[in-house]
């Protein structure tokens, strides 16, 4: 009796680890969001009585770092943060330009034909990833960026 009373105790444990792990990886995986309108407001708290401290434009990318409700807390590539009702963003993703300038070439390297140029701040839909490369759409303008120059 003993012995299957320690085995049970193990496999417990055992999943409760598993468990405890798996949390903590999901947790510490990033989760990022874009705003699905223009003129969203990041606010200071968790409530619309809460000061408005930007107003976001569509497509702008943020890192949630906590819930509270239905409301979001986030930050931008900046490291400002405030709250946002969740229903105001999506998980299609989006990237934005933290650079002063860069090219975008019409493939994923240095050796392909430069086809225009991005400044800062500029929102980009991100279309897929090539190594260091993520190729990039905007209403203008389509190619691949280098991933240092953009935020996620």
């Avoid at 990041?42 to 000061?51: A, D, F, I, Q, V």
């Avoid at 090219?103 to 990833?129: A, H, Y």
Wanted: hydrophobic share 40%.
């Amino acid at each position: 009796m003993k012995k299957q009373t320690l085995q049970q105790s193990v496999r417990v444990g055992v999943l409760v680890a598993s468990m405890v792990c798996g949390s903590v990886v999901a947790a510490m995986a990033a989760e990022f969001v874009s705003v699905i309108k223009d003129d969203v407001n990041l606010r200071s708290g968790p409530e619309t009585h809460y000061e408005v401290l930007f107003q976001l434009p569509k497509g702008y990318p943020l890192k949630v770092l906590s819930t509270k409700g239905k409301w979001l807390k986030v930050s931008d590539y900046e490291n400002d943060k405030g709250w946002i009702y969740s229903t105001l963003v999506t998980n299609s993703r989006y990237v934005i330009v933290k650079v002063k300038e860069g090219n975008v070439r019409s493939g994923p390297g240095t050796k392909f034909e430069k086809v225009g140029k991005v400044v800062k701040d500029v929102i980009l839909k991100r279309v897929s990833q090539k190594g260091d490369w993520v190729k990039v759409s905007h209403p203008q303008l389509s190619g691949w960026v280098h991933k240092q120059l953009i935020w996620p």
